[in-house]
């Protein structure tokens, strides 16, 4: 049953993808896609996340984090496992391996690429950022930099379907005020911005595809 949903991600993924279309339900504030962004000879910083899908109790889940508390525009929001590309990363995909492995120390051999979703472009840190997905197989535990990872969170592919959509309220640090924003809520805590976005595009690729 997990091989095959994991085949079938992995066709998914090298078909056309939902992209914005799947985006735009999660977008809280006017962004430039980033195939504008590209067009516009801007210079954004190239970054990617993984979502490591690996086997638990006959589901496919995948951690969160919660960054901790610190100067900077993601302070303690929810995230993927990644961040920007380095000079000794050979692509995006060795970025965000990399950035898996220092984060919550994920075995780097035990990680197999299954594709990338769409990118995004994140205004507020110049982040135009690289989904991939990946299956991580064996699995080992989880390890946390206690500097970069406040908590790790669980989620599942299932959990994923299920979830409503909803609106909550969140302080944008970067314009400094509280606003509304459509959100997922995981383990209590809000998900929303291109974290949200990316999920909502892989939930779009699963359901379209009937791959659960």
Known sequence: MIDRIINDIKIALNNPLPGNRAHQEMISYSRPSAEVIRAMDATPKESAVLILLYKLNDRLCFPLILRPEYDGVHSRQIGLPGGQKEKQDKD???????ETYEEIGATVNHINILGELTEIYIPPSNFLVKPVV???????????????????????????????????EVFIRHQKHQTTVSCFIIEEEI?????????SELRTLIIENEIL
């Open 134 to 168: 990946a299956y991580y197989d064996p699995i080992s535990e989880f390890k946390p930099d206690k500097t970069e990872v406040s908590r790790i969170l669980t989620s599942s592919l299932n959990e994923l379907i299920d979830l409503r959509i909803e609106k909550k």
């Open 191 to 199: 998900v929303w911005g291109a974290t949200a976005m990316i999920l």
């Open 92 to 98: 995006l995909i060795a970025t965000a391996i990399r």
